[in-house]
């Protein structure tokens, strides 16, 4: 993979993928945005937009709807919610060649967490994000590395983004090794402007973040609350650190090791302030919710390994409640 002269692609321009947008292209890349409808013309004629904790970043992108428009590309961060994943791994295709290094940054259990490691579950599919193979055919695993996000950016319209708290990106190949690449790209990222860590273990990080996302995003869609209020409520913290306790279960039966006590987390949490998760975002916008790669899957793994997680699994169902209810007022 080439260090000069590397052809970046942001496949999704939510908020996230205009971020990483922004920050890359103000930091000098020349940066190819796979993008679609108001947001395509939005990026075409203004270029991207960040306001964040070190000021505004507006820069000029290529950006097209075509794949194939856009050429094979050395780096690809697919910035997508995870309903959508398939439609947009199937469309990057045209842009993959031999050394091409894909990066989902995508919410949750991801599909190849099996794939590149040995262990009793090797290659096992998940079958909440990969019912049937599609992804792992898709992306063969000699692509990817592994990403975990602690971004928290909110699409204030097309192409423009603001953030309120520090960037941070870990990276990690699915195999555990701290590669050369691993280590250009994590250079890369953290040029601009982006906390960025090479991680020789990205599962453990994944499920740092499953924690956060499991033990906030359901509920806020089914209470409305924010970060901040989640955390901290008397009504709704002990739910929170049942949902957590169950996580934790389940990441230490797949060999997990997550370094924060419970208190460290909660405060952590209702630190974030006044935020609304991205799922209560998408619920608000009446857009598919990330519910199977965040939740199910999670369940899918404690069964493998005989837990139970009845709060989590509770919480879930009123969240599916509150998404299958949002659905047919949209299309009623």
């Not at 967490?113 to 090797?122: H, K, N, S």
């Not at 960037?167 to 402007?193: K, P």
């Not at 230490?252 to 935020?275: K, N, S, Y």
Request: net charge negative; aromatic share 4%.
């Amino acid at each position: 993979m080439k260090e000069i002269g590397m052809r970046i692609c942001i496949a999704g321009a939510g908020a996230i993928g205009c971020t990483l947008a922004a920050r890359l292209a103000a930091s000098g890349q020349s940066v190819n945005v796979l993008a679609r409808g108001e947001t395509l013309n939005s990026l075409q004629r203004d270029g991207v937009y960040l306001n964040d904790l070190e000021g505004e970043h507006r820069a000029a992108v290529n950006a097209s709807d075509s794949a194939e428009a856009l050429g094979p590309q050395d780096l690809i961060f697919v910035c997508t919610k995870e309903p959508a994943l398939a439609a947009i791994m199937r469309q990057i295709q045209p842009m993959l060649h031999e050394d091409t290094v894909v990066i989902p940054v995508v919410n949750g259990v991801p599909w190849w967490y099996f794939q590149g490691v040995d262990g009793r579950f090797a290659d096992h599919r998940i079958q909440a994000v990969d019912p049937d193979g599609e992804l792992s055919r898709l992306i063969p695993a000699r692509h990817l590395i592994g990403a975990v996000v602690f971004i928290t950016a909110v699409r204030k319209a097309p192409g423009v983004v603001e953030s309120t708290n520090p960037h941070l990106m870990i990276l990690g190949e699915i195999d555990h090794q701290l590669s050369e690449r691993l280590e250009r790209i994590r250079s890369l990222v953290e040029n601009a402007g982006i906390e960025a860590r090479a991680s020789d273990n990205i599962r453990d990080q994944i499920w740092t973040k499953i924690t956060a996302n499991l033990t906030s995003n359901p509920l806020s869609v089914v209470t409305e609350a924010t970060l901040e209020q989640i955390y901290s409520d008397d009504h709704l913290s002990p739910l929170v650190r049942q949902i957590f306790d169950e996580v934790i279960q389940v990441a230490a039966a797949h060999g997990a090791r997550i370094r924060f006590d419970p208190q460290t987390f909660m405060e952590l949490g209702a630190g974030m302030g006044a935020v609304k998760t991205s799922m209560l975002q998408d619920h608000e916008q009446g857009s598919p919710l990330e519910l199977a790669a965040i939740g199910h899957a999670v369940l899918e793994l404690a069964e493998l390994v005989g837990l139970q997680m009845p709060t989590t699994r509770h919480v879930l169902a009123l969240t599916d409640f509150m998404a299958n209810k949002r659905r047919s007022e949209k299309a009623a």
